[in-house]
């Protein structure tokens, strides 16, 4: 798939909360996953899909969803970017927040091989 399908279909899942096949049909077994901080509950680098899933079920355990909105993909190459807004609570403080962040990705041979995200704290 070219990035430009693989972008869309990232945000078209995404839109209708299927994260979890956004990995399982779009990421490269080996991808690795960025954020901008991390600690020893979470790291700042993951690699492999195992790792993923296991960052997605984290984040689906420690907050509840009230809404989100995924951007049109913006692509370039091999590359795209989406921007994200999240509306959640934090389980264990009970903490509401509203959040954006941009994500952006790396595809080859057809799979997304890299995805950083970039945020404000």
């Not at 993909?73 to 509306?87: I, Q």
Request: proline share 4%; charged share 25%; hydrophobic share 35%.
């Amino acid at each position: 798939m070219s990035p430009e399908k693989i972008a869309q279909q990232l945000v078209d899942l995404c839109r209708e909360g299927k994260n979890f096949e956004v990995a399982e049909s779009l990421y490269s077994p080996n991808v690795t996953s960025t954020e901008m901080f991390g600690d020893e509950t979470m790291p700042k680098q993951m690699t492999g899909l195992d790792a993923v899933r296991r960052k997605m079920q984290w984040w689906y355990d420690t907050h509840i969803t009230h809404a989100t909105t995924y951007s049109d993909p913006l692509v370039a190459g091999n590359h795209f970017a989406v921007r994200m807004t999240f509306d959640v609570t934090y389980k264990p403080t009970g903490q509401r927040m509203m959040f954006e962040e941009i994500g952006v990705y790396e595809v080859k041979d057809g799979k997304i091989i890299s995805e950083q995200f970039f945020y404000s704290v």
